[in-house]
Structure formats: structure tokens, C-alpha cells
């Protein structure tokens, strides 16, 4: 064999957990790097990702204020990322059938009609039938465009009564009216809906008013939770 064990340099093992998905971000941050990025930090981020035993001493010195910030910054940068990305693979491991996200605009009665039929049958459909001038209908319009992007495996539709070609039967009286589905079956026909709420009514009145009638499932997991927390995630 060509050349002794000591002159092979040992490559550094994968860890797990907190610490090992701290290091292997920083080895894939300083392969990725930018030229440009001072040789300073570069050189921080090589000792601090894989240590070797002539960098010991360097690493165990006290680090400066600005080094312990950019680490600490980093490190905060990369676990939020992570945790992003395990709760979006979990999400879609857990989750069947479509995504929606989006409120869906009824053109016409056979469109509806479709919608409820033809809806794969674990598929929650929501539908709001709605009029323009009519009080409440374009408030709770923007309460359900929120809640279409909460929970993304409902199907949530709206038409205006007059596409139904049942306008009769959808007079302003009864507006605005939330009818759900499920297989094809009516669970929910609540007409002049919103008189179960106050007059300035928002998404969560809508979605506790559903939720006691056991009409929603539970909550999904969105982008949105992480960015409360503070902070964009690059």
C-alpha cells in the first residue's frame, strides 16, 4: 500500500440531532459561499464546522463580539429553515388527496352542481352563495379567501346567485348562505349566515362558527406560523 494511515486525513463524521444539524448547514453554507465573502468568515465558519486538532486552540479562544453574533445569527437562520422544511415534509408524508388554497369562483348551476358530485368524496366542499349590494356577502368573501389557505384540503367555491339559475330560491333574504358538502351528501345549509355574527365580523367568527358543527378538520400547518415568529428565512 502506497503512503502510511497518518498521511489519509479522517474525514469528519455526520452527526445527529441540534448540534450535528448545526455543523452540517455550516459545511454546506462554506461550500456554497460566495468568493466574495471575507476570508475572515470563511475561515470562522471551517474551524467552527469541522474542527481539526491544529485548529483547537483557534476554536477554544475567546470569539469576539462580532464572531459570536454572525454564529449565532446563522445558527438561529439555519434551525428556522430546517424546521420549516421537516413541518412541510411531514405535512405532505400526513396529507391525502388534493390541495386547494383557493377560493374557487362558480361560473354557472352545472359548474355547481359538478363541484358537488363529482368532488372526490373525502373532499369537504364549502360553497358561499352570494350577491353583490347585498350586506355581509363580500365581508364574508374575504373571511373564506383566509380560511381557503388555513385549510388548504377544503374545497371552498362561492356563486353568485343569479349564475345559479335558482335565483328564487336565493332571494337577498337569505343571503349570504354557506352550503357544505361532503360525497355528494348536504351536511350544512346555513341561510342569512351572517346574523350569527356581530356586524364587523372576521375569518376566525367563520371558522368557530363551522367549528361547532364539527365541519372543519384541524388546522393545517402553514408558512405563515413561521413568519409571526420574526425574521424572513433565506
Not at 465558519?45 to 445569527?73: A, F, G, H, W
Not at 355581509?136 to 388555513?150: I, R, T, V
Not at 388548504?152 to 337569505?174: L, M, N
Not at 349566515?193 to 371558522?207: C, G
Request: hydrophobic share 30%; net charge negative.
Amino acid at each position: 500500500m502506497s503512503g502510511s494511515p497518518q498521511e489519509e486525513e479522517e474525514l469528519p463524521a455526520n452527526h445527529t440531532g441540534p448540534k450535528g444539524v448545526i455543523n452540517d448547514w455550516r459545511r454546506f453554507k462554506l461550500d456554497s459561499m460566495d468568493q466574495t465573502v471575507p476570508q475572515s468568515k470563511r475561515e470562522l465558519l471551517r474551524q467552527m464546522s469541522s474542527p481539526r486538532e491544529d485548529d483547537k486552540e483557534r476554536v477554544n479562544r475567546k470569539m469576539s463580539v462580532q464572531e459570536y453574533d454572525m454564529i449565532q445569527e446563522e445558527d438561529e437562520r439555519s434551525l428556522k429553515h430546517y424546521r420549516k422544511q421537516c413541518m412541510q415534509e411531514m405535512h405532505e408524508r400526513l396529507s391525502f388527496g388534493p390541495s386547494f388554497e383557493q377560493v374557487h369562483e362558480l361560473e354557472s348551476g352545472d359548474a355547481f352542481l359538478e363541484v358537488i358530485e363529482k368532488e372526490h368524496r373525502l373532499t369537504l366542499v364549502v360553497v358561499h352563495i352570494y350577491q353583490h349590494g347585498v350586506k355581509g356577502c363580500e365581508q364574508l368573501n374575504s373571511c373564506l379567501d383566509c380560511l381557503a389557505s388555513e385549510y388548504s384540503s377544503i374545497k371552498f367555491c362561492r356563486i353568485d346567485a343569479e349564475a345559479t339559475g335558482a335565483r328564487e330560491r336565493f332571494s337577498p333574504e337569505v343571503l349570504p348562505a354557506l352550503l357544505v358538502y361532503k360525497a355528494g351528501e348536504l351536511l350544512g345549509n346555513f341561510l342569512a349566515v351572517t346574523k350569527h355574527f356581530s356586524e364587523n365580523f372576521f375569518a376566525t367568527d367563520v371558522e368557530g362558527f363551522l367549528n361547532e358543527y364539527g365541519l372543519l378538520p384541524e388546522k393545517e400547518f402553514t408558512a405563515c406560523a413561521d413568519d409571526e415568529e420574526g425574521g424572513d428565512v433565506e
